[in-house]
């Protein structure tokens, strides 16, 4: 007979605490995850915490924490993981009552990008590990990584070059709004310069003579479309690091610099277009908007896009120095492109090629081709 109560104890206890679990085990436990910096570098280490509270008198002997995040988020020693298209982890827990337990994952931000872990599934069961009990919920997690810069002693004598050209058309063309007097008319003088009221004074025709100016602008051309049917990220990549570096050059020496790009943001999915500004913080702005640049999404011709800013912000050939950073060889491309390098004299075309890509563009008297050598 005792043996008969012990077994529907036994039964009792099985199936109570099964129904107990079922009902309550998610009761006042909580998970959270979030990175303990907002912006890191690329190939700098960071940090990942994960946060679990059970505020409650049930016990939570086992809970499974899973999250998934983008490959490009490299963590160390860690075993509970998967990585296929993807990084899966999978961390286990075990709660008393009214427990908090705080554990920190350490990751390299290997690759450039936005990163963010959205939502946690927790996972559970009862006693006997008879049910499976699952909870999800929404998590707030995210992550830049910036481009790296290049190599700047590779980079010191193009961007030397581009210096020069800037410094040399400081003063090479009038602004219309910095007035300085009124002379005779000359045969050359346009007749849009014409002072008409000078002119009806004196009985002779007369022109407004205008200051040089010298501010001189740059304008970088990100070209992120592939040349053909073989997706180079690699190379799409360094020309990312290549306008971050060469952005952060002219911002610091004082030159306004903007970027244009057909690469398209991973959150707005617009193109990027960043007007011209210098200083600290715009080097900051370039910076976030190049980690954002999301490389899955489709692009148009970057000549097309650059048309179609350039008529946007009101861009002048004449204030601009273009400089283009396309991997892309294509006479039609190159063709736009020397139209542009001709009206505003000086632009420039980066060409990121592997170490056993031939080079078939050729500088001209108005346009200078660079070959950069991306890391194999």
């Not at 505020?55 to 499974?64: F, R, S």
């Not at 920190?104 to 963010?116: D, M, N, V």
């Not at 861009?315 to 020397?338: A, D, N, T, W």
Request: proline letters at 3%; glycine letters at 6%.
């Amino acid at each position: 007979m005792e043996i008969l109560f012990v077994i529907l104890g036994a039964f009792f206890v099985y199936f109570f605490q099964g129904i107990l679990f079922a009902h309550y085990w998610d009761r006042g436990l909580s998970a959270q995850i979030h990175f303990a910096k907002s912006e890191i570098g690329e190939g700098e280490s960071c940090e990942l915490k994960e946060i679990i509270v059970n505020k409650k008198l049930l016990p939570v002997p086992m809970l499974h924490v899973k999250f998934e995040t983008d490959r490009g988020l490299e963590f160390q020693g860690e075993k509970n993981m998967n990585v296929s298209d993807r990084c899966y982890k999978n961390d286990i827990f075990s709660l008393m009552m009214y427990q908090k337990i705080t554990r920190t994952l350490s990751f390299t931000g290997k690759k450039r990008g936005y990163y963010q872990i959205s939502r946690l599934d927790l996972v559970s069961s009862d006693l006997f590990m008879k049910n499976s009990l699952l909870h999800s919920m929404e998590n707030q997690a995210q992550i830049l990584v910036y481009p790296r810069a290049v190599d700047m002693t590779k980079l010191s004598v193009p961007f030397k070059n581009m210096m020069g050209t800037v410094l040399t058309r400081q003063y090479s063309y009038e602004d219309p709004f910095e007035f300085r007097g009124i002379r005779q008319y000359q045969s050359y003088d346009s007749m849009k310069d014409v002072n008409w009221k000078a002119s009806a004074k004196t009985g002779e025709l007369k022109v407004n003579v205008h200051d040089y100016t010298s501010r001189q602008e740059v304008m970088l051309l990100l070209d992120l479309k592939d040349e053909t049917q073989l997706v180079r990220d690699d190379i799409k990549e360094e020309s990312i690091r290549l306008a971050n570096s060469l952005a952060g050059l002219f911002a610091l020496k004082g030159i306004p610099v903007g970027i244009i790009s057909n690469g398209r943001d991973i959150l707005t999915k617009e193109e990027l277009c960043l007007s011209t500004g210098s200083g600290r913080p715009h080097i900051q702005a370039v910076r976030e908007c190049l980690a954002r640049l999301d490389l899955k999404q489709p692009v148009r011709e970057i000549m097309k896009v650059c048309g179609e800013r350039a008529k946007e912000k009101g861009l002048k050939p004449g204030s601009i120095l273009y400089v283009m950073i396309s991997y892309s060889q294509r006479v039609e491309q190159y063709e736009e492109f020397c139209s542009v390098g001709h009206e505003c004299k000086g632009s420039i075309w980066l060409l990121p090629l592997l170490r056993n890509m031939e080079q078939k563009l050729a500088s001209d008297a108005e346009l200078k081709v660079i070959r950069w050598e991306v890391p194999g």
